[in-house]
């Protein structure tokens, strides 16, 4: 590398200077246009999409989806496509699955992609002892064989999302021979995917640098590096973007957002995303009273959140189910009612006088205005008998704790849903050996358990209704708001916005 004198160092600024090491520059320019730098709100725990608590991040399946391919794709309409299946469907009777291989796709190694790599990656996610958090979905199918490019599977139990989830978390396609050969370690040392981008350099809790790969099926894309900053607080991604050290952040206090957008050399964009504000309840302490379940949920008044603190961006909500999930049920409402949650805790022997007491924990940062939201809530609840006391964790903390059961009372979560099905909203969320719930209960369960493998679609739907319906007349979880997604860019570069939350690097071009 060439090296800079100290005065040349200091007259580029600090910013400037550590994004053009980490592009791997070798004399800073003022800017490069065929760099991409994203200020990101999470950091990378792992390269592995398909274990651990990382792979059901909705947030991370950006740069997961920048590096690997999934078996089916997705558009930013959240409208399945062909991914490294082309076609895929079941038999009549819905006993065997089939899927049709894309052909012509290299890894990044440069070895070919083949239909095994396909099989294996299945088997291995079904894999009960494979640490894959969704193998309860991968193993209802099994005994997969292949002639030519054509898969066909035995059905074990007939799961109505089996190939929705191959565009969602864990549905992801890994090298096997590759993998085999170096195993778990040395696949986090030097992962290989067949995505648009390359990894070239990662820095834990820093940055992730990428290569564009020039032999994509898809098409080289647009940036020839690609810079993943993780920059986890708030106000450092909006110096970020201001300073003109990133291209693109998101996730950013709507009050910036609205400034920033109308600065010169800057835009932004806005737009509903499938994610879900909401608070976690689990099935202890206090909440095991449906009295002060249903007087938590009655005392926020979402409107006003929504209004004060997210600048109208946003949509308040009564369901699990955003308007553009298959089960949403506009009528389904919890009404603001404060005078409602006083009687209520009065009949269970609480007051503002006498509260009850319990903690609640919040990101802060991760969202726009998450721990910010919180505050309002617990001032909202103090107005009405209940008591909160706030604990700030990390969100992979929350994921910890969550897969343990060990949330507490009341803890506020970011759901993403980018496939809109109930099972992957309600479903997961509220079933009691999903890993991913709060409340576990065997009334919700008896519910849920008929609606797994129903094959009559509208059925299926009408019961997911209903058991939305009975959560929400029993306060077994608290949905706050459907959010909108802020993104900000520079002029110079063209975002498409995704419904499903992930800002992947493929989707940014340049203006």
């Given at each position: 590398?060439d ?7 200091l ?11 980490l592009?791997g520059r ?7 246009a065929?760099?991409l ?6 950091n ?8 651990g608590?990382s ?8 740069i997961y ?13 959240l409208?399945f ?6 076609k ?15 052909e012509g796709?290299?890894w990044?190694d440069?070895?070919?992609f083949?239909?095994?790599?396909v099989?294996w ?5 079904g ?6 958090p ?11 064989k292949?002639?030519?490019n054509?898969?066909t599977g035995?059905v074990?139990?007939?799961e109505?999302?089996?190939f929705?989830w191959?565009?969602f978390l ?13 195993g778990?370690?040395?696949f986090?040392?030097k ?14 809790n ?15 894309p ?20 201001e ?5 693109v ?14 600065k010169?050399g800057?835009d932004?964009?806005?737009t509903p995303?499938?994610?879900i504000?909401m ?9 095991l ?9 009655m005392?926020?008044d ?11 961006y946003?949509k308040p ?17 919890t ?5 409602g ?8 022997g609480?007051s503002?006088a ?14 726009p205005?998450d721990?910010?939201?919180?505050q309002?809530?617990?001032g909202m609840?103090?107005k009405?008998?209940i008591?909160?006391e706030?604990?700030v ?8 704790l ?9 803890a506020?979560?970011?759901w ?6 109930p099972?992957t ?6 079933y ?18 008929p609606?797994?493998g129903?094959?009559d679609e ?14 929400a007349e029993d ?7 459907q959010?909108?997604?802020?993104i ?10 995704n419904?499903?939350?992930?800002l ?8």
């Amino acid at each position: 590398m060439d090296k800079l004198t100290r005065r040349q160092a200091l007259s580029l600024g600090a910013a400037t200077f550590i994004t053009g090491i980490l592009a791997g520059r070798t004399v800073v320019e003022a800017a490069d246009a065929n760099t991409l730098t994203i200020a990101f709100n999470v950091n990378l725990p792992a390269f592995d999409p398909t274990t651990g608590p990382s792979a059901v991040n909705p947030t991370i399946q950006a740069i997961y989806r920048s590096i690997f391919d999934q078996f089916v794709g997705q558009g930013p309409d959240l409208k399945f496509q062909p991914g490294l299946l082309t076609k895929w469907g079941w038999n009549d009777d819905k006993t065997k699955v089939w899927m049709d291989v894309r052909e012509g796709v290299t890894w990044h190694d440069g070895s070919k992609f083949t239909p095994e790599d396909v099989v294996w990656s299945l088997d291995r996610a079904g894999d009960q002892k494979g640490g894959n958090p969704i193998s309860f979905i991968w193993s209802t199918a099994t005994n997969y064989k292949i002639e030519g490019n054509r898969i066909t599977g035995d059905v074990v139990r007939y799961e109505p999302t089996y190939f929705m989830w191959m565009a969602f978390l864990t549905g992801y396609v890994l090298p096997k021979n590759y993998y085999t050969k170096v195993g778990a370690e040395g696949f986090e040392k030097k992962p290989i995917g067949t995505g648009p981008y390359m990894v070239d350099a990662y820095e834990g809790n820093s940055f992730l640098r990428l290569k564009a790969n020039p032999n994509y099926f898809g098409g080289k894309p647009a940036f020839e590096t690609v810079i993943y900053k993780f920059v986890p607080d708030t106000t450092s991604r909006v110096a970020e973007i201001e300073s003109g050290s990133s291209d693109v952040t998101l996730e950013v206090p709507y009050e910036d957002f609205d400034r920033l957008k109308k600065k010169k050399g800057l835009d932004g964009v806005a737009t509903p995303v499938s994610d879900i504000g909401m608070i976690f309840i689990s099935n202890v302490g206090p909440m095991l009273d449906k009295n002060v379940r249903l007087a938590a949920n009655m005392a926020i008044d979402k409107e006003a959140i929504i209004k004060r603190l997210l600048r109208g961006y946003g949509k308040p909500l009564s369901t699990l189910e955003a308007p553009e999930y298959s089960a949403y049920d506009a009528s389904i409402k919890t009404a603001y009612d404060p005078e409602g949650a006083k009687k209520l805790l009065a009949a269970s022997g609480f007051s503002p006088a006498k509260p009850v007491k319990f903690a609640i924990k919040t990101t802060r940062g991760f969202k726009p205005k998450d721990y910010e939201m919180i505050q309002a809530i617990v001032g909202m609840w103090r107005k009405v008998g209940i008591e909160a006391e706030i604990e700030v964790y990390e969100i992979a903390k929350h994921y910890e704790l969550r897969a343990a059961h060990q949330l507490g009372p009341a803890a506020f979560y970011n759901w993403g849903n980018a496939i809109g099905d109930p099972t992957t909203s309600t479903g997961f969320a509220m079933y009691s050996k999903s890993p991913h719930s709060g409340w576990k209960t065997d009334d919700v369960d008896n519910l849920i358990n008929p609606l797994w493998g129903e094959k009559d679609e509208a059925k299926r739907i009408a019961g997911w209704k209903a058991v939305d319906k009975y959560i929400a007349e029993d306060g077994y979880v608290i949905p706050l708001l459907q959010y909108a997604q802020p993104i900000l860019y520079k002029s110079s570069v063209k975002v498409t916005p995704n419904v499903s939350g992930a800002l992947q690097a493929a989707m940014v071009s340049k203006a």
